[in-house]
Structures are given as structure tokens and as C-alpha cells.
């Protein structure tokens, strides 16, 4: 049986294929509450398991799971709509690094196991900020925000910065230096 927060994550699961046909239809505007709906599934699931002990390891795997699919459903389809004002027109780059920086984690995480037996996974301070412009660059372009193009531009850099990072932890793991 499932428990209320991993039924909010199904939730966010559910609420991204409607994200992505809002953003695809150039309906930002309703893009953007899905969003922030979904985003605010993710805070309440995390905030109900902790309070109320109801951690489940079907939400160890489905939570990042969920917030990875709408983050990089929400970069691909903005990046890939057409006809949106300049300032908003997300170049394809910007995707291209957030996910590469995700699957090249994820990639990692999956050696570091099958090498080490086990991983220590702990998100650290540059991957929060990162993932902080990410969701910023998100809100931004759905907001028409003028300078979202400045946003987008950070959320690159601190991706690339925090992936070398998770990348140098990786390796002190595999040589057990952690």
C-alpha cells in the first residue's frame, strides 16, 4: 500500500507529461502552476516522510526519480518550443549540460556501487544551489522573465562546477577515502 508521500511523488510523476503539453502548446501560464504544484508535492512529501517516519524505500528510488523527470522534461521542452520572445528562447545548450551533469551522476552512482559495494550518497551544498538556479531558470522562462537568459547562464556554470564536484567525491569513494 502506498503512503501520502509516495503518493504525492506519483503525483509529480503524473503532472509532468501535463507540464510538458502546457509548455508545448505555449500555455507557460498554466505551465507555470503545474509546476509549482508539482514542486510543492516534492517539498510536502519530503516534509510528511521525515515528520511522520514514513520513509519507504519505494520513495528512496520514485522521489529523485520524480523531481529528475520533471526538471529534465521542463528543460527539454521549454528549450525545444518554438516561437517564444527571444529573452525566454532557451538555447539548446543549457539542457544539454543540465542533463549530461544527470546522467553522468547517475552513471557514476551506478559504478561507485558495483565497484565499492556501496555509496554514500549526500547532496552537497553546490549540487543544492545548483539545483536551486535550476528550478529558478525553470520558473524564469515560464515567467517571461526578461533576464532569464542570466539565470539559465548561471544554472550551466554552477551544473558544470557541481558535476566535477560529484565527480571528484566519486572517486575519493571508489578509493575509499571517504
Known amino acids: 500500500m502506498l503512503n501520502w ?8 510523476i503524473i503532472l509532468t507529461p501535463i507540464f510538458i503539453t502546457t509548455v508545448l502548446y505555449h500555455r507557460l501560464d498554466i505551465g507555470f ?3 509549482i504544484i508539482a514542486a510543492l508535492t516534492d517539498a510536502l ?8 517516519n514514513l520513509k519507504t524505500q ?3 528510488v520514485l522521489d529523485p526519480l520524480a523531481d529528475k523527470l520533471l526538471v529534465a522534461s521542463a528543460f527539454l521542452s521549454l528549450s525545444l518550443v518554438k516561437g517564444l520572445p527571444q529573452c525566454i528562447d532557451m538555447p539548446i545548450y543549457v539542457p544539454i549540460v543540465v542533463l549530461s551533469r544527470d546522467v ?3 552513471v557514476g552512482a551506478v559504478t ?14 553546490l549540487g543544492k544551489v545548483t539545483t536551486f538556479f535550476q528550478m529558478l531558470t525553470i520558473v524564469s522562462v515560464l515567467l517571461r522573465f526578461v533576464y532569464s537568459s542570466w539565470i539559465w547562464n548561471t544554472a550551466v556554470v554552477l551544473s558544470i562546477l557541481s558535476g566535477l564536484d560529484y565527480l571528484r567525491i566519486g572517486a575519493r569513494q571508489v578509493n575509499g577515502k571517504v
Open 58 to 60: 519505494l520513495g528512496t
Open 104 to 106: 553522468i551522476i547517475l
Open 33 to 35: 502552476f503545474i509546476f
Open 5 to 12: 508521500p509516495n503518493k504525492l511523488t506519483l503525483l509529480r
Open 112 to 125: 561507485i556501487y558495483f565497484v565499492a559495494g556501496r555509496i554514500d550518497v549526500k547532496p552537497s551544498i
Open 45 to 52: 512529501d519530503g516534509y510528511i516522510a521525515r515528520t511522520f
